[in-house]
């Protein structure tokens, strides 16, 4: 599918501030992507569909988190969670894309996982940095992410892990795997 296209549909799913979002990681996964010799138009996909499911209704992701046996456990979590793996099955499902690489990156997008693909952690980590973004810590991650793509990662798993801590939040038990995932080959 070509960024035209893939824009256009996703403009239908996005208000404008997201959509905006959606063009600034769009820009940053396909740099990242050039630096570190991950597919470009993967990336560029990956990151136009991303968010496609931020503004569906919390009842409808939940009926499809139960309903195609997605992990249970989203459910006991913040619903901020759910767009993450909602939006690979709808890009899936609705716009066609069926390339594996592409919707693990939307899936994990959100929390992360252990043993991250070069992909995965493209749109991770642009979906964190990209220009629009603007939030304490954002530059430093923006520098680390030009020089080591798993120092950068680290730095916004601690860094949101620390932020969701400061406002008593729960956290996913995925993100945390990522976290601890990242921490020991990081030693
Ligand atoms: P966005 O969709 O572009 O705004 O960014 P993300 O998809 O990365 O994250 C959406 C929201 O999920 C952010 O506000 C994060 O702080 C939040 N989030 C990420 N991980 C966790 C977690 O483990 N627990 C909770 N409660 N929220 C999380
Ligand atoms: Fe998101
Ligand atoms: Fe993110
Ligand atoms: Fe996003």
Redesign the pocket.
């Known amino acids: 599918m070509k960024r035209e296209e893939a824009l256009a549909i996703v403009r239908t799913q996005l208000k404008e501030q997201r959509y905006i ?1 959606t063009l600034g990681v769009m820009e940053t996964a396909i740099e990242l992507a050039k630096l570190y010799g991950a597919d470009v138009q993967k990336a560029e996909l990956a990151a136009i569909f991303h ?1 496609y499911a ?1 503004f569906r209704t919390k009842e409808e992701m939940k009926r499809i988190i139960i309903e195609q046996h997605m992990p249970q456990d989203l459910l006991a ?2 619903p ?2 759910w ?2 793996p909602v939006g690979a099955y709808l890009v899936q499902t609705e716009v066609g894309i069926q390339d594996e690489d592409i919707l693990q990156a939307i899936r994990y ?3 992360g996982r252990p043993n991250m693909t070069l992909l995965e952690k493209i749109v991770y980590i642009a ?1 964190y940095i990209e220009p629009n973004r603007s939030f304490p810590g954002v530059d430093e991650v923006r520098v680390l992410a030009r020089e080591h793509l798993d120092r950068a990662l680290f730095r916004a798993l601690q860094n ?1 892990i620390q ?2 801590m400061d406002k008593r ?4 038990p995925d ?1 945390f795997h990522t976290y601890n995932d990242i921490a020991k080959k990081l030693k």
């Open positions: 979002h968010d931020k979590y913040s901020e969670l767009h993450a997008h959100t929390s979906d949101t932020f969701l939040e729960p956290i996913y993100t």
